[in-house]
């Protein structure tokens, strides 16, 4: 396409990018309590921001789902509990991603599950936010590849740690938490420590 063409059509290559997909551990997502959308448009995407100081519209975590429950009659939904070696991460899928709903329907628990979803954050009645990973895709995988995410998921997490207080991101993290991003150094430790990497 020349130059003069994609000035034309600024928006056609945007609207079908997807947002990588960042490597978080649960415990980081625990924490994470401030979600905002980008652009005013109703298909705008929304973002979470990391305790650490990146923006995440999707997530990619590997872990051990423990439990799972099919919820509802006419609106059939799962729910399920993946853990790391950081704590527990709440998934669910519903009629809007079926064929994520499709697959947590198949698996027996436990198993070593790798998922990719979008993380929302939810208000309780008595003012806690906690967040949830709404499933695009579930896929059961094995121990060698959980334990490479675990790998990544450290380097990613300090990478962020590395560059906090540098980025735009970072910086707006600065304002919204009152948590001293180091702290998550001793989580990746504690991560690697568990699974004897």
Known sequence: ?????????PRRDQRFEREPARRVFAQELRETRYQFKEG?????????????????????????????????????????????????????????????????????TPAFVAIIGKPSIYETPDGNKLISVKAESVTVVDKETRDLWVLDAAAATLNRIDAYGTTPDSKKAQEQYTLDPAQFRSMVYNALTQMNI
């Open 40 to 108: 005013t448009e109703e298909k705008s995407p929304t973002f979470v921001l990391l305790p650490t100081g990146e923006r995440c519209n999707r997530i990619f975590l590997v872990g051990t789902m423990t439990e799972k429950q099919r919820q509802g009659e006419q609106n059939i939904f799962y729910r399920a509990r993946v853990v790391d070696p950081t704590g527990t991460t709440f998934i669910m899928a519903g009629n809007y991603q079926p064929e994520a709903m499709q697959q947590m329907a198949k698996i027996e």
């Open 1 to 9: 396409m020349t130059p003069e063409k994609s000035a034309a059509f």
